[in-house]
């Protein structure tokens, strides 16, 4: 496996929900949220008192690709 794809991020990313909302830590190494819309995980972060979470969605499901 390349070297992108080990990265802490990418191990986070995997281990994601998909087809969903997820926070992401500032360093995006850890899932810290998740939800169906973006207004949950953005309330959750809000009641944590987090600011300076990532906030992305995932895909229904993940493709290997080649470049």
């Known amino acids: 496996m390349s070297a992108i794809l ?3 991020r990418s ?3 995997r281990g994601a929900p998909l087809d969903s909302w997820i ?3 500032e ?3 850890r899932v810290i ?3 169906a819309t973006y207004e949950e995980v953005a ?3 809000d009641d944590a008192g ?3 979470s990532v906030i992305l969605k995932t895909p229904k499901s993940w ?3 080649a470049v």
Do not use: S, V
Request: proline content about 8%.
């Open 50 to 52: 987090d600011k300076d």
């Open 33 to 35: 949220a998740a939800g």
């Open 43 to 45: 309330k959750q972060l």
């Open 27 to 29: 360093d995006e190494t």
């Open 11 to 13: 191990e986070a990313l």
């Open 6 to 8: 080990n990265t802490p």
């Open 63 to 65: 493709l290997p690709f």
């Open 23 to 25: 926070a992401l830590t």
